[in-house]
């Protein structure tokens, strides 16, 4: 068969381990022939294709990013755009695709799928808030980036008796917060399925410090949400301008600044933030990552032989297995209650509301 290949959406580590696990099973085992579609879903859309072979992807399993490069674009947007992804596919004398990405790019691949076309997807996020997966190859070296972070700022923010508040990705959910915070051994996690009370976090610290600590860790997911400011539809994120991206998000970001402002002023105590930003995406996967892109490779590879069209590799109680994309989509994975009790159960119940509703904590 000709596979066409492309990654779309942010990039995130280990997408190269997943592309030359396609490859070199796609060439050794079932005699595939392959065609890198660039940047996206902007390369289907104006045709712009490079060679993907064997040699193409020696030497790729190490590398952060993405070799066939990635956008945020989405034909679904544009004038007759399924059409003529459509019409690039078939010039390009592709049989099936494989497409990697979050939802916004697994929207587009399933309508192909709906428009006749033979797709499969493979699910890709540092944010790890894909549903129908357990955990997305990226977590894990964002995770390991973010704790590395923290223990770092733990001697610092302790050599000046200060508050440190760590901004981590998570747009949607709090995994890497909620990961990267139980790790780092975080005194404060705030994520955005539990909207917080600045009160209750200025509460929490001082407790902290009146017990003799005289410095403290807060991490804040970006799309964390002051509970003040949640709307009627429950969503107020801090962001850095309201200029939608074609899948319609908004930059996210600036929660952290804002947090340790209001914190100082509460407290008292000193307070400085940290954004790490896109740090978390880049750089080399973890070895953890490389053998679970590998083992989602292989996966969709053995899903296009087996004619599974419509569907994505998922990772389902250590197993790789496929679901239907219209399954995938829709529902954000939200950080699991009973992961956030591990985090209440490591501190004091603070507060006048019933502590469940936050995801504050203070020793
Ligand atoms: O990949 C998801 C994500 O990491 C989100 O957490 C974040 O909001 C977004 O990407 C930022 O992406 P970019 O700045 O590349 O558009």
């Not at 034909?75 to 390009?92: F, M, S, V, W, Y």
């Not at 709307?231 to 994120?237: F, I, K, R, V």
């Not at 973890?286 to 069209?309: N, Q």
């Amino acid at each position: 068969m000709k596979i066409g290949v492309l990654t779309g959406g942010g990039d995130c580590p280990g997408l190269n381990a997943v592309i030359r696990a396609i490859v070199r099973k796609g060439v050794f085992h079932y005699g595939d022939t392959f065609v890198g579609f660039s940047e996206g879903w902007r390369g289907v859309f104006d045709n712009k294709t490079e060679p993907l072979d064997l040699t193409r992807v020696a030497g790729i399993l190490p590398r952060g990013g993405t070799i066939l490069r990635t956008s945020r674009t989405n034909p679904a947007k544009r004038e007759g755009g399924i059409q003529r992804c459509l019409d690039n596919l078939h010039r390009n004398n592709v049989d099936a695709l494989i497409a990697l990405g979050g939802d916004d790019t697994m929207s587009v691949a399933l309508r192909l799928f709906e428009a006749g076309f033979h797709v499969i997807g493979v699910p890709k996020t540092i944010d790890n808030d894909l549903s129908g997966t357990d955990f997305c190859f990226g977590f894990d070296t964002a995770v390991e980036i973010a704790t590395e972070a923290i223990d770092r700022l733990h001697s610092t923010a302790e050599a000046h008796n200060r508050v440190i508040v760590v901004e981590v990705m998570g747009r949607d959910s709090g995994w890497i917060a909620m990961y990267s915070g139980l790790a780092g051994g975080a005194d404060v996690i705030l994520i955005p399925e539990r909207p917080f009370d600045i009160e209750e976090v200025a509460e929490a610290l001082k407790l902290r410090h009146s017990r003799g600590r005289y410095f403290s860790i807060v991490v804040v997911a970006e799309g964390a949400k002051f509970a003040e400011l949640v709307t009627g539809d429950g969503s107020a994120p801090i962001v850095q301008d309201l200029g939608r991206d074609e899948f319609g998000h908004v930059r996210l970001g600036g929660i952290g600044n804002i947090l340790a402002k209001e914190i100082e002023r509460r407290t008292g105590f000193e307070t400085r933030a940290v954004v790490l930003g896109h740090v978390q995406r880049g750089g080399s996967p973890s070895a953890f990552d490389r053998v679970l892109a590998t083992r989602y490779g292989i996966g969709a590879i053995d899903m296009i032989h087996r004619a599974e069209w419509g569907k994505m590799a998922a990772l389902r109680s250590n197993e790789i297995v496929s679901i239907p994309l219209k399954d995938a989509l829709g529902a954000t994975k939200k950080v699991d209650d009973r992961l956030i009790e591990v985090a209440l159960g490591l501190h004091d119940k603070i507060g006048t509301e019933p502590v469940e509703q936050h995801v504050i904590t203070s020793t």
